[in-house]
């Protein structure tokens, strides 16, 4: 196993969502993670990324982390809605329990990827929402999934906490950067939604 990196210096921590913004549910992780970067202010040593459908491109992101959150909609065979937390050793299970999508070709074989190349997170964490519909093409979230949001948000802030990584909520005036670009971002998306057909 190579070293990860000098021990004295804080762990790097990556927050990543996947997922396809253009099938409803399947969107969950990347609104979720960019929920997250417009609500809080983290320090140099953690990443927020919106790794959307880029499978195995991941990779290199993943071998840099000490720590990782993961957001991503997972068939838990759950009530559409609930929320699970699943962490270290449990994460590759759920992330291959049932491919819903391009993108989860992806996430368990970017994991074992990490690990044949020595570099694991050390810290694992995978905040799952079961969807409610992942069949509307260019639809919305729909309500259940959208509402549980700003509890995953507070789910990987108490795992920072835990980690000993100090956030802290934006204040509202504060100027965020964009994290997603070209209008799909959630408000220029949803906008865009509710706006009738010409």
């Not at 329990?97 to 993108?103: E, F, I, N, P, T």
């Amino acid at each position: 196993m190579m070293a990860h990196h000098d021990a004295s210096a804080p762990p790097r921590v990556l927050v990543l969502g996947i997922g396809n913004i253009l099938w409803a549910d399947e969107g969950f992780g990347v609104r979720a993670v960019e929920a997250f970067h417009r609500a809080y202010a983290v320090p140099d040593n953690v990443t927020i990324l919106d790794g959307g459908t880029q499978g195995l491109y991941l990779v290199q992101f993943v071998t840099e982390a000490d720590h990782l959150i993961v957001f991503d909609a997972i068939d838990y065979g759950l009530v559409p809605g609930t929320l699970k937390l699943v962490e270290n050793d449990e994460v590759p299970k759920f992330t291959g329990a049932k491919k819903m999508s391009l993108h989860q070709t992806g996430f368990q074989e970017v994991l074992s990827a990490a690990d044949l190349l020595g570099h694991y997170p050390e810290k694992l964490a995978l905040i799952g929402c079961q969807p409610v519909d992942l069949e509307d093409w260019g639809g919305p979230l729909t309500g259940p999934v959208k509402a549980v949001i700003p509890r995953a948000l507070q789910i990987a802030a108490d795992l920072l906490a835990s980690w000993g990584i100090a956030i802290r909520p934006r204040s509202a005036d504060e100027v965020v950067p964009a994290l997603l670009e070209n209008d799909i971002d959630f408000e220029s998306y949803e906008r865009r939604e509710a706006q009738p057909a010409p």
